[in-house]
């Protein structure tokens, strides 16, 4: 089953506003990616995390990986309203399949 | 353009009978994915393969049924035997089956049993 859990589930924020989104495993993971879904769209991949303690960035978005390689966090500067959408974290090899399993997801909504 | 393509966008059965997704890739990727999407949830696997002629069962494959006689495609059947089939449904590929490759997806494709 899931590995991965997301929280929080919905977001609400003001444009403008910063907006955090964690994702955690009991277990340890080889690598974690992001995937961002735009409403009535499909999953977009943004990035990939391998390393422990990794840092990535892109524009205002900044990803990281846990020391511990049980988490990840999501962080977004000064949102937009072209940020709306739903943000997935995924495990590689989660699942009972050992395939890609995604956490649940955060829905964020920008409010203008 | 290279992608995957799904069809159709929208569909609408009526319970009892079995419906076929189309999922067709020039990507040149050896393995593909069917997921689900329920609202206001995450993706569950269905189905993947690695190769042509093999696929395996993913966590939700009860009532669903695949194959892949050829590398670009990938349909999904949605069987009668699956209790509650309305959903969003995903297809996606990547290179290969390893750990770490970005998976691309498709545009998806609404089920609705009426």
């Known amino acids: 089953g899931q590995q991965v859990m997301q929280i929080p589930q919905y977001q609400h924020v003001q444009e403008g506003e910063d907006f955090t989104t964690y994702c955690n495993s009991s277990?340890?993971?080889?690598?974690i990616q992001w995937y961002k879904q735009r409403p009535g769209g499909h999953p977009v991949f943004l990035i990939q995390?391998?390393?422990?303690?990794e840092v990535k960035k892109q524009k205002r978005l900044t990803f990281q990986f846990g020391e511990a390689k049980k988490n990840s966090s999501l962080h977004i500067t000064a949102t937009q309203t072209t940020d709306v959408g739903t943000y997935f974290c995924?495990?590689?090899?989660?699942?009972?399949?050992?395939?890609?399993?995604f956490g649940s997801g955060t829905q964020l909504t920008v409010l203008p | 353009d290279g992608g995957i393509t799904q069809s159709p966008k929208y569909l609408f059965r009526k319970e009892g009978q079995n419906v076929t997704l189309s999922c067709e890739q020039n990507?040149?990727?050896?393995?593909m994915y069917w997921y689900r999407q329920d609202p206001g949830q995450g993706l569950r696997l269905i189905y993947y393969?690695?190769?042509?002629?093999?696929?395996q069962k993913g966590d939700i494959a009860e009532g669903y049924s695949v194959s892949r006689e050829k590398k670009e495609s990938f349909p999904l059947t949605v069987t009668s035997a699956q209790k509650n089939p309305t959903a969003f449904y995903l297809c996606?590929?990547?290179?290969?089956?390893?750990?770490?490759?970005?998976?691309?997806f498709g545009e998806g494709s609404w089920l609705t049993v009426v």
């Open positions: 996606a590929s990547s290179v290969d089956g390893s750990s770490g490759n970005t998976i691309y």
């Open positions: 277990t340890t993971l080889s690598n």
């Open positions: 995390l391998v390393k422990s303690g």
């Open positions: 995924a495990d590689p090899i989660g699942g009972s399949a050992r395939q890609l399993t």
């Open positions: 990507l040149n990727h050896d393995a």
């Open positions: 393969s690695q190769i042509v002629n093999d696929f």
